[in-house]
């Protein structure tokens, strides 16, 4: 099946420093969604994108669907210690319907 | 406005015995999906049905794990004779609409653990 290839897959950095992440894939997405999760909970919608080059905002979290359809990013920008947890990629392509696949997630530590 | 619900949070089972996963979806989704998640790996698909219906079952095992949604209530996953693989964070998530504009809203999961 498809997969997605997220990095870092992990980082340590200080309060108030900016973050970015990032996913590959092998084949082209028809969606990219960013989720956060937190220990012992799911994962939650933080931003969706559906067109080729869309950037979107949502506070300080800004993500944009990349022009080949193949990547994504997510930045955070002023990281503050709530940001902490692991930050996962998704997306659907044409050959896997309404299915999202996940990438294997960038788990964020912020020093305060 | 409720979201997705799930229970129960945590389940335990010994190895043979059965386990039923509940998933009621956001108020006026019709669509559910669901996706397993084991320790530091990401979440993978499982099965996607809409009321009454198996829309995609590609990411079920074969044997003893089933999913229906019926017309009325929530939506179930049922796995047999648990073995102690089947541990794991079971996630259930609902859309209110299909195709390129799906985004899907995750439950709280719910996490079993086989004796």
């Known amino acids: 099946g498809q997969q997605l290839n997220q990095s870092p897959q992990s980082m340590f950095i200080q309060e108030g420093e900016d973050v970015s992440m990032n996913c590959t894939s092998s084949?082209?997405?028809?969606?990219w969604l960013w989720y956060k999760q937190d220990p012992g909970e799911g994962p939650v919608l933080l931003i969706a994108l559906y067109k080729a080059g869309e950037l979107t905002s949502n506070g300080r979290l800004t993500a944009q669907f990349g022009i080949t359809r193949k990547d994504s990013f997510l930045n955070i920008s002023a990281s503050i210690p709530s940001d902490v947890g692991i930050y996962f990629c998704a997306g659907t392509d044409n050959n896997a319907g309404n299915m999202l696949t996940f990438g294997g997630g960038t788990r964020l530590m912020v020093k305060p | 406005n409720a979201g997705v619900m799930q229970n129960p949070r945590h389940l335990v089972r010994r190895r043979g015995q059965e386990a039923r996963l509940r998933c009621s979806p956001m108020k006026g989704h019709s669509h559910v999906y669901w996706y397993r998640q084991l320790p530091e790996e990401g979440l993978k698909f499982m099965v996607y049905l809409q009321k009454e219906n198996i829309i995609d079952e590609s990411g079920m095992p074969k044997e003893r794990f089933s999913a229906e949604f019926p017309k009325e209530g929530p939506s179930i996953l049922r796995i047999q004779q648990v073995v102690r693989g089947d541990s794991a964070a079971y996630f259930c998530a609902s859309s209110l609409l299909a195709g390129g504009y799906n985004e899907q809203f995750f439950g709280p999961g719910t996490r079993l653990t086989v004796l």
């Open positions: 084949s082209i997405f028809n969606t």
